[in-house]
């Protein structure tokens, strides 16, 4: 469904968040009282998704009791009352759910007429954002995400990093390290760059790391319990990493190496992939990745060196790609396993199934 709608990947950390949510709590409250998880779960699901691709919604409904039916033998008409209550109860967590998403504050943004305004008292000073080449988009990727709701999060701004300042020593180590990295650039490390690139169109980076989380728990055969939970853990993790790095892009409005490469050096920088058209401090895939790491680390500890390594791997591929500073990556792997630790931290989940 990414692919299909072309989500963005800001928009899709949020729904992924949303539908595991609703699938983890109807689960939970399905067992509890007895029901069929399975219906449960999927009828809440599919009321998320009814609701973030309104265009497919009734599609979503029916696809629902299409899975009632094959379950329980029996044609929709015909299915028993207790089947009947567990996809009801499935049915309210996820109305629920997407109550709550219609008062997240994602509704900001667009008035029907014209962007409303945002950047209130924003940096314009030297090493400020500015659209990049060659598209030059604008204005940038949702700025009024620092506002929205986190999950867990005290505040968006909870683990918020200082980036170097504009022209410091290390801030020009890093920018000749992009450029240096540019102009020797292997075969393969641009194989890397184009690999974790998961750009609008794509299944997005919260959508890649759930594709690596679905090959790990296919892996060490996890119960549908513990699935049901690490999926709801990885994706407010995601989520809320989402929030604190919009957070630090649009607290501190920092440019892109190849608009300050020129200025700073006297040498223009060619990025090997595209620039995307939001700040650039911390780098999202880095938050991403680490966040996601460590999420699954924790639930599959026997795989959490080579998860550590995936994500410093998505981590340095931005760098590769010549839009992120080392600093924009280091930093947002860190903030991304602080985010993923207050999750993991959060009575929220109960004792482990």
């Not at 008062?103 to 029907?112: I, L, V």
């Amino acid at each position: 469904m990414f692919v299909k709608h072309k989500m963005m990947p800001t928009r899709g950390a949020r729904g992924l968040a949303l539908m595991h949510v609703a699938m983890h709590d109807a689960q939970a409250l399905a067992l509890a009282r007895g029901q069929d998880s399975r219906l449960a779960l999927s009828m809440a699901a599919a009321q998320v998704l009814g609701y973030l691709f309104a265009a497919e919604e009734r599609a979503f409904d029916r696809l629902g009791f299409a899975i009632a039916a094959k379950l329980s033998g029996q044609a929709l008409g015909e299915l028993n009352d207790a089947d009947r209550q567990a996809m009801l109860l499935g049915y309210q967590v996820g109305r629920t759910v997407v109550q709550y998403a219609e008062q997240d504050g994602a509704q900001r943004g667009w008035n029907g007429l014209r962007l409303q305004y945002y950047g209130e008292q924003r940096y314009y000073g030297p090493g400020a954002w500015e659209p990049t080449p060659p598209y030059f988009y604008y204005p940038p990727d949702e700025p009024f995400a620092p506002g929205w709701t986190p999950w867990m999060l005290s505040s968006n701004a909870e683990f918020r990093p200082v980036p170097p300042a504009y022209g410091s020593p290390r801030y020009l180590q890093d920018l000749k390290e992009v450029q240096e990295v540019a102009r020797s650039l292997s075969p393969a490390q641009l194989e890397i760059a184009k690999f974790w690139v998961d750009g609008h169109g794509s299944v997005t980076p919260p959508g890649h790391w759930n594709q690596i989380a679905l090959e790990e728990v296919k892996r060490v055969g996890l119960g549908a319990a513990a699935t049901a939970r690490l999926f709801a853990q990885l994706n407010v993790a995601l989520a809320d990493t989402f929030l604190a790095v919009w957070d630090c892009k649009y607290h501190y409005w920092t440019a892109r190496p190849v608009t300050v490469a020129a200025p700073l050096t006297g040498q223009p920088l060619k990025p090997a992939l595209l620039t995307p058209p939001f700040p650039s401090y911390v780098s999202g895939h880095a938050a991403f990745s680490g966040a996601a790491a460590r999420i699954l680390g924790r639930t599959i500890p026997a795989r959490a060196a080579a998860l550590d390594a995936m994500a410093e791997e998505a981590a340095l591929s931005r760098l590769l790609a010549g839009i992120h500073f080392r600093h924009d990556n280091e930093d947002g792997l860190k903030l991304g396993r602080q985010v993923a630790d207050k999750v993991l931290a959060s009575p929220a989940w109960g004792a482990s199934p």
